[in-house]
């Protein structure tokens, strides 16, 4: 059984930055496979980021693509994204999922869910 947890979420206003991280409990082979999503209000569970094993195994939704990078720290069983320019319709909860079930990174199926961390971005 693998917990994720999520942190760094918070209030920012528009252009600002955030650095989200997802701390896995330890590591299992689930947990090479982690993405990151966002439940916006009144949204359905939409994918951000993930970050597959091998150094260039990065996906990135299109409409944040540019403005979110992810990237892994082994020796930390941790996943970070960091997020930039952000927009007032970024806000909602950022959540960090790790062993797909889907067809695709960005298919909201997979074993393990952190609780999520609020994002708020003003204008």
């Known amino acids: 059984q693998v917990t994720l947890h999520e942190s760094g979420g918070g209030s920012v206003q528009t252009g600002g930055s955030l650095r989200l991280s997802c701390a896995a409990s330890?590591?299992?082979?689930?947990?090479?496979?982690i993405a990151w999503f966002r439940q916006r209000p009144g949204k359905e569970r939409e994918g951000v980021a993930a970050?597959?094993?091998?150094?260039?195994?990065?996906y990135y939704a299109d409409s944040l693509s540019g403005r979110v990078f992810i990237s892994r720290d082994y020796a930390k069983n941790m996943v970070i994204l960091e997020m930039s320019r952000l927009k007032p319709e970024d806000s909602g909860m950022y959540y960090c999922?790790?062993?797909?079930?889907?067809?695709?990174?960005?298919?909201?199926?997979?074993?393990?869910w952190g609780q999520g961390t609020q994002v708020t971005v003003s204008s």
């Open positions: 330890k590591y299992s082979s689930s947990t090479d496979y």
């Open positions: 970050i597959w094993p091998g150094s260039d195994n990065t």
């Open positions: 999922a790790a062993d797909p079930l889907g067809p695709n990174w960005y298919t909201p199926r997979y074993t393990y």
